[in-house]
C-alpha cells in the first residue's frame, strides 16, 4: 500500500519564526492578564518604600494591561493571515512596546527616590525579546509570506492608541509617587 504524499500548501510553508512571534505575544498577553489583576493589589513598591496607590491609578494600570493583552491576543490570532497590515500592527505593538519599556526604566535610573529594581533586568530581557521579534518579522520569509494588500483596521490602530496613551499616562503617575 503506497503512503499518501505530502501536499505542500502555502499554509505548510508559513515561517517558523511566526509561529515564534505567535508564541510569544500568548506569553506575553498572559503577563499582561496578570498584571491587569495585580494592579489592585492597592499598593506599589518604589525604590525601597511601599506607596498606596489610588483606586484611580489601579483601575487605570488595570486597563492599561487589559488593553494590551487583548491587542496581543488580536494580533496572535491574525498573525497567520496574509495581509501586510498584520505585519505592520505587530512592528508598531513591540516597538511601542519596547519604547515606553525603555522610557519607563530610564526614568525609574535617573528620577530620584524611583532606583531599579530586581525586576528591571526581567523588563530588559522582555525588551530583548520584543526587538529580537521585530528583527524576525523584517525577514525575507516572513516579508514574502505578507503578501496581501489592505488596510489596518481602526479597531486595531485605535486599541494600539488607547494603549500607548494609558501607558504614557501611567509612567508619568509612576515618576510622580
Not at 24 to 42: E, K, R, S
Not at 62 to 86: D, P, Y
Request: positive net charge; without cysteine; hydrophobic residues 55%.
Amino acid at each position: 500500500m503506497p503512503s499518501p504524499s505530502p501536499i505542500t500548501t502555502a499554509e505548510e510553508r508559513r515561517p517558523a519564526a511566526i509561529l515564534a512571534i505567535y508564541s510569544w505575544d500568548m506569553v506575553l498577553a498572559l503577563l499582561a492578564l496578570l498584571g491587569a489583576l495585580a494592579a489592585f493589589g492597592g499598593q506599589a513598591t518604589v525604590g525601597s518604600r511601599t506607596v498606596s496607590v489610588s483606586l484611580g491609578e489601579q483601575v487605570l494600570a488595570a486597563v492599561e494591561s487589559a488593553s494590551f493583552a487583548g491587542l496581543l491576543i488580536i494580533l496572535a490570532t491574525l498573525l497567520t493571515r496574509r495581509r501586510r497590515w498584520v505585519r505592520r500592527a505587530q512592528i508598531v505593538t513591540l516597538a511601542t512596546a519596547i519604547a515606553l519599556g525603555a522610557v519607563s526604566l530610564l526614568l525609574a535610573a535617573v528620577v530620584p527616590g524611583q532606583g531599579l529594581q530586581a525586576s528591571a533586568l526581567t523588563a530588559l530581557l522582555v525588551l530583548v525579546v520584543d526587538a529580537a521579534a521585530i528583527l524576525a518579522l523584517t525577514g525575507q520569509k516572513v516579508i514574502g509570506w505578507y503578501e496581501q494588500d489592505g488596510a489596518m483596521p481602526r479597531y486595531i490602530s485605535g486599541t494600539i492608541a488607547f494603549w500607548a496613551t494609558t501607558s504614557a499616562v501611567l509612567i508619568v503617575l509612576q515618576t510622580l509617587r
